[in-house]
């Protein structure tokens, strides 16, 4: 009885509703001569005589009519295996994501839209907020963010570099004012990049969003360092795309989670959805 499997349960089914060995081996996609071979095996597992032959094919013996129910139960419950095996392989859950701001419209959603398409039931919460997002406390499991983090359990890979330039309005004089960020540690490379750039600007516009200040540059309020792919997007004009000293503006984008969820199935998807929209883009976010 240990030689009995799920395969030849699902012979013994299949002679059982067919009735004939010919149009049992055609439904499983064996030779009639296979089939024979293995439903004598199985009898012979079995110690009994499982079916009667007869020249219109064949009848259930006593014995194998008592099984049949018991090999039902059987086939029930490989179907319920696969049905939940199938379920196990969804991609499915909530997956919270912290974005830079700038990155949402043209990068995330596009790369999350196919992926949503395909798993009905994967929920994805995209949050932007200026400030560090604490990924050991689970405000988010997944982050894309332009600092690295300093410590922790976390996992942390440069999936693309945004370059960006000083811009100005596309069809207006160039004005003297600045658009730039709060004075806010979160802000400072970019600041320190305005101050370089403008040294002499009469006043600033400080605005704590990308939209704004692309609205307001666009709208000749000002003038200012935007990512390139922003700005060429809102057809601004370019007026220099590297620092006095020649050095260019860079700054990586960085995929990061916690270690502990990396073989999430979830995670891992919506990672791998972000990354290859982000190196599909990669020549379009650093270039000028």
Same mark, same amino acid.
């Given at each position: 009885? +240990?030689?009995?499997?799920?395969?030849?349960?699902?012979?013994?089914?299949?002679?059982?509703?067919?009735?004939?060995?010919?149009?049992?081996?055609?439904?499983?996609?064996?030779?009639?001569?296979?089939?024979?071979?293995?439903?004598? =095996?199985?009898?012979?597992?079995?110690?009994?005589?499982?079916?009667?032959?007869?020249?219109?094919?064949?009848? %259930?013996?006593?014995?194998?009519?008592?099984?049949?129910? =018991?090999?039902?139960?059987?086939?029930?419950?490989?179907?319920?295996?696969?049905? +939940?095996?199938?379920?196990?392989?969804?991609?499915?859950?909530?997956?919270?994501?912290?974005?830079?701001?700038?990155?949402?419209?043209?990068?995330?959603? *596009?790369?999350? @839209?196919?992926?949503?398409?395909?798993?009905?039931? %994967?929920?994805?919460?995209?949050?932007?907020?200026?400030?560090?997002?604490?990924?050991?406390?689970?405000?988010?499991?997944?982050?894309?963010?332009?600092?690295?983090?300093?410590?922790?359990?976390?996992?942390? =890979?440069?999936?693309?570099?945004?370059?960006?330039? %000083?811009?100005?309005?596309?069809?207006? *004089? =160039?004005?003297?004012?600045?658009?730039?960020?709060? +004075?806010?540690?979160?802000?400072?490379?970019?600041?320190?990049?305005?101050?370089?750039?403008? *040294?002499?600007?009469?006043?600033?516009?400080?605005?704590?969003?990308?939209?704004?200040?692309?609205?307001?540059?666009?709208?000749?309020?000002?003038?200012?360092?935007?990512?390139?792919?922003?700005?060429?997007?809102?057809?601004?004009?370019?007026?220099?795309?590297?620092? *006095?000293?020649?050095?260019?503006?860079?700054?990586?984008? %960085?995929?990061?989670?916690?270690? +502990?969820? @990396?073989?999430?199935?979830?995670?891992?998807?919506?990672?791998?959805?972000?990354?290859?929209?982000?190196?599909?883009?990669?020549?379009?976010?650093?270039?000028?």
């Amino acid at each position: 009885m +240990d030689r009995l499997n799920w395969d030849d349960v699902r012979l013994f089914l299949a002679l059982a509703r067919e009735g004939t060995l010919s149009g049992a081996a055609r439904q499983l996609g064996l030779g009639v001569a296979t089939m024979s071979r293995r439903i004598e =095996r199985m009898e012979q597992v079995m110690q009994s005589p499982l079916f009667l032959r007869h020249q219109q094919g064949v009848d %259930l013996t006593d014995q194998g009519a008592a099984l049949l129910p =018991r090999a039902e139960a059987v086939e029930l419950s490989m179907l319920a295996l696969r049905q +939940d095996a199938a379920a196990e392989a969804e991609i499915r859950g909530m997956v919270r994501l912290a974005s830079i701001e700038s990155l949402i419209s043209p990068v995330v959603l *596009p790369a999350l @839209a196919p992926l949503l398409a395909q798993n009905p039931g %994967l929920d994805i919460e995209v949050r932007y907020g200026p400030g560090p997002v604490n990924l050991h406390r689970h405000d988010a499991d997944l982050a894309l963010r332009m600092i690295a983090p300093d410590s922790g359990n976390l996992t942390v =890979r440069r999936v693309a570099t945004v370059g960006f330039g %000083l811009y100005g309005p596309p069809d207006a *004089p =160039r004005p003297t004012r600045g658009v730039t960020w709060p +004075d806010t540690e979160t802000f400072d490379l970019l600041r320190t990049w305005t101050r370089a750039m403008l *040294p002499d600007a009469a006043g600033q516009l400080m605005l704590n969003t990308l939209e704004a200040q692309v609205a307001a540059v666009r709208d000749g309020l000002g003038i200012g360092i935007l990512p390139h792919f922003l700005a060429r997007r809102a057809g601004l004009h370019l007026l220099a795309a590297a620092l *006095p000293d020649g050095s260019l503006m860079e700054r990586p984008v %960085l995929l990061v989670t916690h270690a +502990d969820l @990396a073989a999430s199935r979830r995670i891992q998807a919506v990672a791998e959805a972000i990354t290859r929209q982000l190196r599909e883009m990669r020549q379009e976010l650093i270039e000028g």
